[in-house]
């Protein structure tokens, strides 16, 4: 839905004055959209709209890049073949205006719009596309982030500038949800190694999409134009700022000064505390990701060869088992998420009803302390004379959990983890850690606190735990998300990957998400609710997705920020121009935005990564 703000009536002036009365030492006025400055649809002079952000970029390359953040921005900067329509998620037009496919559905083209271009006045053609894909298909680090998109594709060529044709290997169900950033060719045929090239040197960064990327600062922040050719036109903003802040209180702090104009990922505190704040609005809508607990299998290759040092007794079942079974989904969404979020089991949230699926009956692992205390036993874990649990080889089940320092609800749950598996004589060691990326990559972590957002097509999320997303030797990047090599797992993914039928493939899609609960590698434990905030005196008007009861931050489609209009003020009556209400403040403190390039982060992605 498109929510609007009531208009502000503080006269400009007045409420400047107030401001640098209260120390604010720099701020920009907008227009008020409906004046003389506003009605021939320019974006008003200085309008600046803020997104706090807790998370760094792992790269600004396309073909690299996993974290919501990076991700979100490339779907700002970047037009993809198809985008999800902002009512209903289905599959509309992007760069390609219409797509067929051939009776035996092998051979997929493509008309290519013709009034896309690219931000430095060339064309986008079919040949840009056709290049994006053929890189991926033919270098291996160019297909890191996205590979599985074009791991079935024969060839691609490009007839003409307008017609983009796809030849399969065996039919494949996402051909309409290709969610692969397209690049220009005149720019990105110049790099040489894929896997160290993270295009953040020169900017303006060539794109043609909805804004353009026009600075970055690593730890600092990153800044977006709008592109004023776009087709579907241009964003109202005259900016878009991404800042980091490390600290979710700062950031809350930050938008009720008026130093940032959205912020989101709220604990249920901060999201009741600004619903009493004047001209803020939290938006608290179902979530499109899951909140789980991930164990290290073994990190491993393809070529066979093991790496890390997780705790081998979670290459038990039984451990694996007893110690979901010893985990209260209930409390964690009623004391740590208050009310906000679903309680989980499924790989999929609720809110993709047609790919939800629940355990039912004797599958169904619920809250067991007692029966996780017999499984221990039963398995021969059984605890000494200090009360400790112990394996055969008589080394303590003592385990460590990856957290994330940066969210609260890591650190509750990890507490309540140790509380009741240390029932259980088990102890817990929670490594907070401001990334979580290098030990993760590197297999050395037995637990992790782990999430992803899941695009209307589960494709991809579901590709994450395939055996051929592990990296190729220990020394390699895979899309892997924490190393799982299932064989029933991929022969139900191969399956579902060729199924059209809706109805069928929706099957083929739960059985995945049983198998995945079966094998106990995956604890889903809550589908937390999009708790989030902006400032209704700078921003007048925003599009949630899905419009009905949707979220803002971090959309399958560009939609919020691109639809996002400033917010209306009363007229200066002193002034010459109708300027109006304050919408970017900044104050004597820099904050600093985490962008920092992990080169080694691949597809490796968590809670506040994904989200």
């Given at each position: 839905m498109v929510t609007k703000a009531p208009p502000r009536r503080t006269p400009a002036r007045r409420a400047l004055r107030l401001l640098l009365a209260s120390g604010v030492t720099a701020v920009s006025l907008v227009a008020v959209p409906g004046t003389a400055a506003a009605e021939d649809d320019k974006s008003p002079a200085?309008?600046?709209?803020?997104?706090?952000?807790?998370?760094?970029?792992?790269?600004?390359?396309?073909?690299l890049a996993q974290k919501l953040t990076s991700t979100s921005i490339h779907r700002l900067a970047y037009e993809y073949l198809t985008n999800y329509d902002a009512k209903d998620a289905r599959p509309i037009p992007g760069l390609a205006t219409a797509w067929t496919s051939s009776p035996d559905?092998?051979?997929?083209?493509?008309?290519?719009?013709?009034?896309?271009?690219?931000?430095?006045?060339?064309?986008?053609?079919?040949?840009?596309?056709?290049?994006?894909?053929?890189?991926?298909?033919?270098?291996?680090?160019?297909?890191?982030?996205?590979?599985?998109?074009?791991?079935?594709?024969?060839?691609?060529?490009?007839?003409d500038p307008q017609t983009l044709v796809i030849r399969l290997k065996k039919p494949q169900a996402t051909m309409t949800a290709l969610d692969v950033p397209i690049v220009p060719k005149h720019v990105w045929e110049k790099v040489g190694d894929f896997s160290k090239f993270n295009n953040d040197k020169q900017f303006p960064i060539v794109g043609n999409g909805p804004f353009v990327v026009t600075d970055y600062k690593v730890d600092q922040y990153i800044k977006l134009k709008p592109n004023k050719t776009f087709w579907r036109g241009a964003p109202k903003f005259d900016e878009l700022v991404f800042k980091y802040y490390k600290d979710?209180?700062?950031?809350?702090?930050?938008?009720?000064?008026?130093?940032?104009?959205?912020?989101?990922?709220?604990?249920?505190?901060?999201?009741?505390?600004?619903?009493?704040?004047?001209?803020?609005?939290?938006?608290?809508?179902?979530?499109?990701?899951?909140f789980a607990i991930a164990t290290n299998p073994g990190a491993r290759a393809r070529d066979g060869k093991t790496?890390?040092?997780?705790?081998?007794?979670?290459?038990?079942?039984?451990?694996?088992?007893?110690?979901?079974l010893a985990v209260d989904r209930k409390a964690i969404v009623d004391k740590v998420f208050q009310g906000h979020a679903v309680e989980g089991e499924g790989y999929i949230p609720p809110r993709f009803?047609?790919?939800?699926?629940?355990?039912?009956?004797?599958?169904?692992?619920?809250?067991?302390?007692?029966?996780?205390?017999?499984?221990?036993?039963?398995?021969?874990?059984?605890?000494?004379?200090?009360?400790?649990?112990?394996?055969?080889?008589?080394?303590?089940?003592?385990?460590?959990?990856?957290?994330?320092?940066?969210?609260?609800?890591?650190?509750?749950?990890?507490?309540?983890?140790?509380?009741?598996w240390g029932k259980l004589g088990i102890g817990l060691k929670v490594e907070c850690l401001?990334?979580?990326?290098?030990?993760?990559?590197?297999?050395?972590?037995?637990?992790?606190?782990?999430?992803?957002?899941?695009?209307?097509?589960?494709?991809?999320?579901?590709?994450?735990?395939?055996?051929?997303?592990?990296?190729?030797?220990?020394?390699?990047?895979?899309?892997?998300?924490?190393?799982?090599?299932?064989?029933?797992?991929?022969?139900?993914?191969?399956q579902q990957a060729v199924e059209y039928d809706a109805a069928k493939r929706a099957v083929l899609v739960k059985r995945m998400q049983s198998r995945l609960y079966?094998?106990?590698?995956?604890?889903?434990?809550?589908?937390?609710?999009?708790?989030?905030?902006?400032?209704?005196?700078?921003?007048?008007?925003?599009?949630?997705?899905?419009?009905?009861?949707?979220?803002?931050?971090?959309?399958?489609?560009?939609?919020?920020?691109?639809?996002?209009?400033?917010?209306?003020?009363?007229a200066d009556s002193d002034g010459g121009s109708s300027t109006g209400v304050i919408v970017g403040i900044g104050a004597a403190v820099v904050v600093v935005v985490g962008v920092g390039i992990f080169l080694g982060l691949r597809r490796r992605s968590t809670v506040d990564d994904r989200e």
């Open positions: 200085g309008s600046t709209l803020t997104v706090a952000v807790s998370q760094s970029i792992d790269s600004l390359s396309p073909f559905k092998l051979t997929w083209t493509y008309t290519i719009r013709k009034d896309s271009t690219w931000s430095d006045g060339k064309p986008a053609t079919a040949e840009d596309a056709a290049w994006t894909f053929n890189k991926m298909m033919t270098d291996p680090n160019a297909a890191t982030a996205n590979g599985s998109f074009t791991a079935n594709f024969a060839e691609v060529t490009a007839p979710g209180d700062a950031a809350v702090a930050a938008l009720q000064k008026g130093e940032v104009s959205f912020v989101p990922n709220l604990t249920p505190a901060q999201a009741a505390a600004l619903k009493t704040q004047k001209d803020i609005k939290v938006n608290d809508a179902p979530g499109r990701r899951f790496f890390g040092n997780g705790h081998k007794a979670l290459l038990d079942p039984a451990v694996r088992k007893a110690l979901f009803d047609s790919y939800f699926w629940k355990p039912e009956g004797a599958q169904k692992r619920a809250y067991d302390p007692a029966g996780a205390e017999k499984l221990l036993d039963a398995a021969g874990y059984r605890k000494n004379a200090a009360g400790k649990r112990v394996g055969k080889d008589g080394r303590p089940l003592d385990f460590r959990i990856l957290c994330h320092a940066t969210d609260p609800n890591d650190k509750a749950i990890g507490k309540y983890l140790q509380e009741w401001d990334s979580v990326s290098d030990p993760w990559v590197r297999g050395d972590y037995d637990l992790a606190f782990d999430g992803w957002s899941v695009n209307p097509d589960p494709d991809y999320v579901l590709s994450i735990h395939t055996c051929g997303t592990l990296p190729a030797t220990p020394k390699d990047s895979g899309a892997t998300d924490n190393f799982i090599c299932d064989k029933e797992f991929d022969t139900l993914y191969a079966d094998t106990g590698y995956m604890n889903v434990m809550a589908y937390p609710n999009a708790l989030e905030a902006y400032r209704t005196d700078q921003i007048a008007s925003i599009t949630t997705m899905p419009e009905a009861a949707g979220n803002l931050w971090g959309q399958d489609g560009y939609w919020s920020w691109w639809s996002a209009v400033p917010a209306a003020s009363t």
